[in-house]
C-alpha cells in the first residue's frame, strides 16, 4: 500500500489545528503511513473548491469541509478513502 497523503486545508487558525492533531491522532492509532500537512495557501485550498474551512482532504479528495470533525467522522473519512487503495 501506497503512503496516504492527508491534508488540513486551513487560514492556521486553532480550528485548522484542531483538525490537524485529530487526523495525526488517527494515523496513529490506525497505524497507517501517511503524511498529514496543513495547507494555507489560498490558492491551493481554492483549487480544491473548497469554501468552508478547515477541510479534510485525503488522497487529493475533498472529505470533510467547514467543521471541526470528531475523532469517528476523521476516521471513516481516512478507511473510506483505504478501501479505494
Same mark, same amino acid.
Given at each position: 500500500?501506497?503512503?496516504? =497523503?492527508?491534508?488540513? !486545508?486551513?487560514? @492556521?487558525? *486553532?480550528?485548522?489545528?484542531? !483538525? +490537524? #492533531?485529530? %487526523?495525526? /491522532?488517527?494515523?496513529? #492509532?490506525? /497505524?497507517?503511513?501517511?503524511?498529514? =500537512? !496543513? &495547507?494555507?495557501? &489560498?490558492?491551493?485550498?481554492?483549487?480544491? @473548491?473548497?469554501?468552508?474551512?478547515?477541510?479534510?482532504?485525503?488522497?487529493?479528495?475533498?472529505?470533510?469541509? @467547514?467543521?471541526?470533525?470528531?475523532?469517528?467522522? &476523521?476516521?471513516? *473519512?481516512?478507511?473510506? +478513502? !483505504? %478501501?479505494? &487503495?
Amino acid at each position: 500500500m501506497s503512503k496516504i =497523503q492527508i491534508e488540513v !486545508l486551513g487560514s @492556521g487558525c *486553532a480550528r485548522c489545528h484542531k !483538525l +490537524e #492533531e485529530v %487526523a495525526q /491522532q488517527v494515523v496513529r #492509532e490506525l /497505524q497507517i503511513d501517511a503524511d498529514v =500537512q !496543513l &495547507v494555507n495557501d &489560498v490558492r491551493r485550498i481554492v483549487g480544491y @473548491g473548497v469554501m468552508q474551512t478547515p477541510a479534510l482532504v485525503v488522497n487529493g479528495s475533498v472529505k470533510l469541509s @467547514g467543521v471541526v470533525s470528531d475523532k469517528a467522522a &476523521v476516521t471513516r *473519512a481516512i478507511m473510506d +478513502e !483505504l %478501501a479505494k &487503495v
